[in-house]
């Protein structure tokens, strides 16, 4: 069995939200807006699922509508934005580090005329915060979309000033906590922001299914019309069953908070990185040590190529990736290295390594062995 060290990319379904799916996927299938019994049986679960989502982020049930992935959410809340504020005379900015699901769709309304900025980080991949004070404009409506966690480096923005600093402004706020809802605390009374979205596949429940927060009063534009599902916010019949494993998942991930199972991933990759370092030369843990989500550790390797790691990992039995999983197969180092100011082969010999509540310390011990001994092997050859 290979060790799986890429909970990034997507994470192992908990059979727990396995088992609250599978009523919806057999005999609970009816349709949540039928006004017998059992339709309303099928509705309630998703005011269950409602609830725990909320509870999660410590939001109001009525502030969360389902959706179809983080991506789709992401893409709600910057297309609502931008009806809200106008193409004339506004701003919109975004860090650098943003995933694409954030920066295409920035990318498409700078396209039909809209100022857009992005915003750069600090070399612990950190939002500059001076320069996002400089880069707002409280003379013309705007909004910020700055993400919680980044997902290669794990590293936590300031969210929280950063959402201060453009609601002085009279700005709107949008914040992709895909990494982090699940991860690390994410609480909507802590940072003022407008919009939040999630995606469930990151947090042990399946592709498919993710969340937007809107805080209530905040003014929303619906993507997607048609039966007035989720309060008109997003029509669509529910995807009940991946509601409920969404849900369940919520659930399990506060208890983890709470219990110090999240802690404990955290110890796991700490230990990880320690033997990487004891026994490598030439080893760099990127990102800020202090702000970062407790499942990531983000290394570079002198002298090694991460294209040419890869395969050799993967035949050892070590799942893991070079940046994001987007990137793979691409030849450009990532957007997110390339703003923290490292260098081409800094950026190309880095490895993302990420871990779940599944991870056990045996797997980091045997996944550390095996890098370590292909790096080694990387280094001979280069
Ligand atoms: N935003 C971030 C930060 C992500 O890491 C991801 C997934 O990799 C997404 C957005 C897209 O989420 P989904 O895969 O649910 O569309």
Redesign the pocket.
Known sequence: MSIYLDS???TQVHTEVVEAMLPFLTSHFHNPSSGYGAGQAVKAAIATAREQVASLIGASPSEIVFTG??????NMAIKSLAREIGRANSKVVVSEI?????LRPTEAMAAVGFEVQRVGVKEDGRLDLDALEEAIDNTCPGFLSL?W???ETGVIQPVAEAAAAALKAGWFVHT?A??AVGKIPVNVKDAPVDFL?I????FHAP??V?VLYIREDTPFEPMIRGGGQEDGRRSGTENVAYIAGLGKAAEIMESELKNGGIAAVGALRDQLEKILCDRLKGVHLNGSREHRTTNVAHVSFDGCVASQMLPKLDAAGVQCSAG???MTGKSKPSHVQKAMGFSDERAFSSLRLSLSIFSTEDEVKQAAEKIVAVVNEVRGLN
């Open positions: 990034n990319a997507t992935c983080g991506t789709e959410s992401n943003e995933h694409s699901a954030v993400m966690a980044n997902n992709d895909i990494q979205s995606s469930g596949h990151k592709k498919g993710g994001s999983a987007c």
